[in-house]
Every structure is written in C-alpha cells, then in structure tokens.
C-alpha cells in the first residue's frame, strides 16, 4: 500500500527534514505517527500526498512510483487518499452538504450520486441534520467531523489524519478516533499523525514514532517492536513518563512495549 526506502528530504533552504526512512504500511492497517513539533511529520504526509518529493529515495503508493509521477497525474493518485486537516479548511460560503459534496464534484461525479452519497456520509458522523447550516454556525468538533465527511466521501482507499483532534475537546477527540477505527474496520488504510499519547494508548494500534527526521521505533498492536534502529538506543530503561510530561518538550514522543 505505502513504502517509503531510504527516504530522505532536505528543502532548498538546507532544512533537512527527513534521513533514510524506511517503512511499510500494509492495506488496512491503522498507524498511528507520533513525534515532537519539528520531528518530520508533516514532511512525511506532504511526501504522501505529493506536495513535496523526497531528495533521494523512493516512494510508492499502491504500486505507483511516486517520483516518476508527472504532475498531471498527481491529482489521480490523490483520488485514493481522503485528507483530513487539523484547521478544518472548510468554505465558509458554503453549506455543509456543499462542502462535502465539493470533493465529490471536483473527481467529476454526477448529481445525482452526489445527492444520494453526501447524506449518508453526513449521517455517518453523525451530522446530517445539519447538512443545511454553514461552518460558522457549527461548533469545532462538528467543523471537524464535516472535514471527515469530506475525506471520506469519495470512499478513499486511504485517510490521512493530520492532527485531527487538535482543535477539539478531549471526549470529541475520542469521538473522531474512534470513527477512524471503525472505518479502518472496514478496510481503509488509516494514518493519523498526533500529539495526545493518551488516545495513541488507549487505541492500542501500530505507532511510528519519528524524532529529528529519523524514525526510532515502530511498534504494532499491543507493544511488540517492529523496528528499533540502534543508534536510536531506545530501552526500556528510559522513564518514558517523564519525557511526555517534561514542558521543555511538551509533544514529544518514545513509544515503548509494555
């Protein structure tokens, strides 16, 4: 589904922001990307998505070559991804349904799906009595849950989470996680890159933690290590709880087993 080998990237202003990533998300799975402000995720998902090619390496999402992509055929690898934005980025212009039903429009699909797929969507977060009010009459967490809508409208074979509970209240940030479980459920491939540790352990799912460009642990389901490079030295002897709480580094991330 994704792989990135031996990925690496540096901006034109020498920022280098990613060294020698090598991961592999399987069809269908959750994982979860965790890692302080400034870590590399950001850069990570925009190599997803294509807004940024990597340096050196290679890419490759559901068996295309993402560095051999030509820009006009960029739009149609994005057809398979369903975004979801911690500031929403919804048009305050329009109604709910028109928002979702924008990304349907923009894939070229007729009307008369649209009219059928966008409630139902709206009513799989649980907002379909609001498909008629605009993003300024919703509260944040409902704002949130039309951006998910909207992701998942054209039924992407891929969600790409970034921060998505960063703007809402503790009880809807388990709210949102948990109808991203119960769609990854289904079969989609489900990514969310996030600071609040306490949801990435009460959801028990795989956890890729990067720091300073550089991946230092991967663990699946329950704990058990994927990957620990060695000079990344992670142990069980670190006092992990005094890392998350430390406010010189408030976001900060060492996801160990159990």
């Keep these: 589904m994704i792989d990135f080998d031996n990925v690496s990237k540096t901006y034109p202003n020498g920022t280098h922001a990613l060294y020698n990533i090598t991961l592999h998300v399987d069809k269908g799975e959750f994982v979860f990307i965790v890692g302080a402000s400034g870590a590399g995720k950001s850069t990570f998902l925009k190599l997803i998505m294509n807004e940024e090619k ?131 459920a289904k079969g989609t491939t489900v990514l969310v890159v996030t600071h609040e540790h306490d949801l990435v352990r009460e959801f028990h799912q795989r956890v890729v933690t990067i720091d300073h460009g550089r991946i230092i642990s991967d663990t699946k389901e329950g704990g058990s290590v994927i990957y620990t490079p060695e000079d990344a030295r992670v142990s069980t002897d670190i006092d992990v709880d005094k890392i998350l709480n430390d406010p010189q580094y408030p976001d900060n991330s060492v996801i160990l087993p159990e």
């Design 54 to 184: 990597p340096s050196s390496g290679e890419i490759t999402i559901n068996g295309k070559k993402c560095t051999k992509l030509k820009r006009r055929e960029i739009p149609y690898l994005r057809r398979h991804m369903g975004i979801v934005f911690q500031d929403f980025r919804l048009i305050e212009k329009m109604t709910v349904f028109d928002n979702v039903a924008f990304a349907m429009r923009a894939v070229g699909e007729n009307t008369v799906t649209i009219k059928k797929r966008v409630p139902y969507v709206l009513d799989l977060v649980g907002l379909k009595s609001k498909m008629k009010n605009r993003p300024n009459e919703l509260s944040g967490g409902e704002q949130q849950r039309v951006s998910l809508a909207r992701a998942l409208v054209n039924n992407p074979e891929i969600i790409i989470a970034d921060e998505p509970t960063g703007n809402v209240d503790p009880e809807m940030s388990h709210e949102i996680i948990e109808l991203l479980n119960e769609i990854n």
